[in-house]
């Protein structure tokens, strides 16, 4: 009983005529079919079709022709003019307007290997495949029929009414319809375009996950980072780890470690140590906070930076809690105890704002309402202080403040010294108006307007406790010098792990086993299917389809 059921089964043939020719086809028994009915052949699981074929019973194998139809069960069905099956190997090679067909999609090629044993089907002669709304185009590609997988190799192309997708090696999933992408890929959409090396692509969903040199062009942005996911109908897309978003028309670079874009409101967020870089005039501005906000279209943007807010330029820095720039207006507002050095002049104030020339994108005026103070340290001892209701500056074509007004309620002490640095006295007014001339961020005049009260008192003579104006607040520690200091006060950076994807498993082909149940008569020439003529739509009839193949006949 054993022995009887691991007895290897034979090929069985049934068919309405039964011929011989010793002299053509030694040991081949000559099948034909009539008018009525074709050739059947069945062995363990595979049932066959033909018009004609030759049985070698002692090699137990067949070669079939005409109308070729191989199943099997009611899930693959195969197609083809020319098929050759070995009984002992349980492969066929199958050649002439070959199409597979399983659930979920249809393969067409010129020649194809099947092997029942592994399950697979193999072509490297370029082949088409219909999806649902995909057609896929690859040179060489391998079906595995327990998981539904094509895996393409070669200039693999998708075509959608929605997007086109181009990969040199991918893995397509027919029951999800999800395709897997190994190496250099562009997915592109209207308005869109997607560059990966490593990801996976839901087609049915218009969604994707990308792990490798990934790069999404979203109109005049590019967003790049490690892990990028990507949602075509909501237009949104995210990044995690080592984040840039290039602003191609307003010249600017946004870098952090967790962002998402949302296209339709044409916005970007960004988190963990948030940085936007602007080129403003031939200097460079830079901004960092705990959150970044980019909206707006590109002649109205507004960028918002909340909690911990920094900026730094070569001849200006400042902090505060929140900055709101509005790029149409040219107005920046610093929110919430506000500072900024320009040179080595400390201004503070409840509200500061930065008024930017949008003609020519250079400062133009400073704006400090409430509590305004202004601080420099003296060369030698004590602080330099002017104090005011609100404070207006002039900045000139180097961007570097050149005139200051204090207005309402003025106050100022100065530590007056020859130009030899000798120290003449302290003076202390209070006046209705201060004006100050600066020439390279220092002061080099100022004026009192308005009946000013204060006198210069000798070094000496004058108290230790008065030498500080109400309110006075040096901080001068928190003063940024580079753009390495935009981040010192910011907590460790953890970045998340990343969920790579894993490597693509690539099973080698037998080409000694599968030539070994080609044709040993060329009864059929594969020809590579021309990319320009892959594509075949889904409405042409069978009918039309062989009619269009002629050569191959």
């Known amino acids: 009983m054993l022995s009887f059921s691991q007895e290897k089964k034979k090929i069985r043939v049934t068919a309405p005529y039964y011929d011989v020719n010793e002299a053509e086809y030694p040991g081949a028994t000559i099948l034909t079919r009539n008018s009525k009915k074709q050739i059947y052949i069945e062995h363990d699981g595979i049932e066959m079709w033909c018009d004609k074929a030759y049985h070698y019973k002692k090699e137990d194998s067949i070669s079939a022709f005409g109308k070729v139809i191989i199943k099997q069960g009611d899930t693959i069905t195969l197609t083809s003019k020319v098929a050759n099956y070995s009984g002992k190997t349980q492969l066929a090679f199958t050649a002439g307007d070959v199409v597979l067909t399983e659930p979920k ?26 999806h649902e709304d995909n057609v896929i185009n690859s040179s060489i590609g391998r079906y595995f029929m327990k998981s539904q997988k094509y895996q393409f190799i070669g200039d693999v192309d998708i075509k959608n009414p929605e997007y086109t997708l181009n990969s040199s090696q991918l893995d ?58 990507f949602n075509q109908k909501k237009h949104f897309a995210s990044a995690t780890n080592n984040i840039k978003v290039t602003d191609t028309l307003n010249h600017s670079i946004i870098t952090g470690h967790y962002a998402e874009i949302f296209k ?15 080129l403003q005039q031939n200097d460079s501005i830079y901004i960092h906070a705990d959150t970044l906000m980019i909206t707006g279209k590109p002649e109205n943007r507004i960028i918002r930076a909340f909690k911990n807010a920094k900026f730094y330029k070569l001849d200006m820095n400042g902090k505060c809690d929140s900055i709101y720039i509005n790029q149409k207006t040219g107005v920046t507002k ?46 030698i ?30 106050e100022y002490i100065f530590y007056a010294r020859q130009e030899n640095g000798e120290l003449i006295g302290i003076d202390k ?22 009946s000013p009260e204060g006198e210069l008192t000798p070094d000496s003579m004058y108290p230790k406790n008065a030498r500080e104006l109400r309110n006075f607040n040096w901080r001068g520690d928190e003063r940024i ?42 009864v059929f020439k594969p020809k590579l299917l021309p990319k320009k003529k892959r594509t075949i739509p889904s409405s042409i009839s069978k009918k039309k389809l062989r009619s269009k193949r002629k050569s191959l006949k």
């Open 105 to 130: 999609s249809t393969l067409h090629t010129d020649t194809l290997y099947f092997d029942k044993l592994k399950q697979q089907a193999y072509y490297k002669t370029g082949g088409v495949v219909h």
């Open 172 to 229: 397509f999933y027919s029951n999800s319809g999800i395709a897997y992408m190994y190496g250099k890929s562009v997915i592109k959409h209207q308005g869109t375009t997607i560059h990966c090396e490593r990801g996976y692509y839901d087609t049915n969903a218009d969604l994707g996950y990308f792990v490798k040199n990934s790069k999404i062009f979203y109109n005049n942005r590019i967003f790049e980072g490690d892990s990028m996911y």
């Open 264 to 278: 339709e409101k044409d916005s970007v967020f960004i988190t963990k140590r948030a940085l936007v870089k602007s």
């Open 334 to 379: 610093l929110i919430r105890r506000p500072v900024i050095w320009s040179g080595d002049n400390q201004i503070t104030g409840d509200t500061i704002q930065l008024l930017n020339n949008i003609k020519t994108n250079k400062l133009d005026s400073l704006k400090v309402f409430y509590n305004t103070f202004l601080v420099n340290k003296d060369s």
């Open 381 to 410: 001892s004590g602080y330099n202080q002017c104090k005011g209701k609100e404070l207006i500056g002039l900045f000139n074509d180097d961007n570097k403040l050149y005139n200051i007004d204090i207005n309402k309620n003025a």
């Open 429 to 450: 007014r209070i006046s209705g108006s201060i004006n100050l001339k600066l020439i390279d961020n220092q002061i080099e005049e100022v004026t009192n307007i308005g």
């Open 481 to 522: 010098l580079s753009v390495e200091d935009l981040f010192k006060d910011d907590p460790p950076l953890i970045l998340t792990k990343i969920q790579g994807l894993e490597d693509r498993v690539l099973e080698d082909v037998n080409e000694e086993e599968l030539r070994s149940i080609s044709p040993k008569k060329k």
